[in-house]
Nanobody, 118 residues
Framework: QVQLVESGGGLVQAGGSLRLSCAASGNIFSINALGWYRQAPGKQRELVAGITRGGSTNYADSVEGRFTISRDNAKNTVYLQMNSLKPEVTAVYYC????????????WGQGTQVTVSS
């Protein structure tokens, strides 16, 4: 079992920045990929960004260049730096982890709300 605890969500004006954090605990040795999905009201959950233990990254086209994912393996923590925020990125952001490099998540965090006002 792996537990994921997110922090850093909130309300920000368009053009602003937020940094999300997600700390993993439990059976951390099983974790390869860490990252973030998001789900806006009435929409399906979608991948935002992921990062492997080795540092390889994967971004959704819509956030490439504005969002940066990073990882501190010593702290078992993944970060998502979000810049130049737009109202359309308003959603609940879920941290995930997986044992495979890229694949379906094995565990989810509880989610953190990100709201961007215009």
């Amino acid at each position: 079992q792996v537990q994921l605890v997110e922090s850093g969500g909130g309300l920000v004006q368009a053009g602003g920045s937020l940094r999300l954090s997600c700390a993993a605990s439990g059976n951390i040795f099983s974790i390869n990929a860490l990252g973030w999905y998001r789900q806006a009201p009435g929409k399906q959950r979608e991948l935002v960004a992921g990062i492997t233990r080795g540092g390889s990254t994967n971004y959704a086209d819509s956030v490439e260049g504005r969002f940066t994912i990073s990882r501190d393996n010593a702290k078992n923590t993944v970060y998502l730096q979000m810049n130049s925020l737009k109202p359309e990125v308003t959603a609940v952001y879920y941290c995930y982890c997986g044992s495979r490099r890229w694949g379906s998540p094995d565990y989810w965090g509880q989610g953190t709300q990100v709201t961007v006002s215009s």
